[in-house]
């Protein structure tokens, strides 16, 4: 009869457990990248607690960039630092959004960070026990016009220590049009499968160089590397890329241009 007992108290026991585990804000771990849609922006409306209880108060110090304090050029990419210190286990979700939601720019993964949500939030690959824990992304800004746009992120350091942050970046309005403006540029079709197609109109006459960068954080892969002369052209493409999604950029000896492509 006792061994009985003690069978039936652990089944509770057990049972409490599962049911404590799968619950709304019960204290799921992800060790492994927080899901998609919890930064804890007016878009997302929710953040890390939704998974690791507690509640989230506002922390600064999380998040740095590059990006100069003039603010930053349509299509160039700039590098984010995200650093977290403290004891226990530490990881962090961040997407560039404006106040509805949408996503404004590229991200594009660096090491020990991945992409989730079809490439619209950033977050670790692996948890860190580091007293100080380190991370690094990329991001390429969207197209001129676009205004502020403001990176959210949610951080974690030791269950349910949830912190919030933003970090606003400008754009840069006193670049002269002619630098920034796509004239003539567009990578097609996309989704592609075995060519692509890039019309360039190159100011000056030189060395173009179309590079494809892969979203998931993997070596990047130069497509086309040759002397092209200036004005409207269309470079052809024979695709070696495996299924993704990418980066294409394109350096000329004047300009920069970059947009993203699906290959299928």
């Known amino acids: 009869m006792t061994t009985r ?3 039936l108290g652990t089944l509770v026991l057990l049972g409490s457990a599962i049911i404590y585990s799968f619950s709304g804000t019960s204290g799921y771990k992800y060790p492994t990248g927080a899901p998609a849609g919890h930064t804890g922006s007016p878009g997302d409306g929710k953040n890390c607690t939704f998974c690791h209880g507690g509640t989230a108060t506002a922390v600064t110090g999380v998040l740095t960039s590059n990006v100069p304090p003039t603010g930053y050029i349509a299509g160039s990419t700039y590098t984010f630092t995200v650093t977290l210190s403290g ?3 530490k990881g962090f979700q961040a997407s560039p959004q404006n106040f509805a939601g949408n996503q404004l720019g590229t991200l594009i993964a660096g090491a020990g960070t991945q992409l989730v949500g079809s490439g619209k939030y950033v977050t670790h690959t692996q948890a860190s026990n580091s007293a100080t824990a380190t991370w690094n992304f990329q991001w390429v800004a969207p197209a001129q016009g676009t205004g ?3 990176m ?3 951080r974690v350091i030791s269950q349910p ?3 919030l942050s933003s970090l606003v970046i400008n754009e840069n309005f006193s670049v002269g049009i002619a630098n920034i403006f796509k004239t003539g540029f567009k990578v097609y079709p996309n989704p ?3 060519t692509i197609f890039v019309d360039i109109q190159p100011t000056e006459s030189g060395l173009l160089t179309a590079e494809a960068i892969p979203l998931n954080g993997m070596q990047s892969k130069v497509l086309y ?3 092209v002369q200036a ?3 269309t470079i052809r493409i024979e695709n070696t890329l495996p299924a993704g999604y990418y980066l294409i950029r394109v350096t000329t000896p004047k300009e920069t241009y970059s947009e993203k492509l699906i290959i299928i």
Do not use: C, D
């Open 192 to 194: 592609a499968n075995n």
């Open 5 to 7: 007992l003690l069978t």
């Open 161 to 163: 220590n949830v912190g």
């Open 231 to 233: 004005g409207k052209q």
């Open 148 to 150: 502020s746009v403001t």
């Open 225 to 227: 590397h040759e002397n």
């Open 152 to 154: 959210y992120i949610a």
């Open 87 to 89: 004891s226990g286990r």
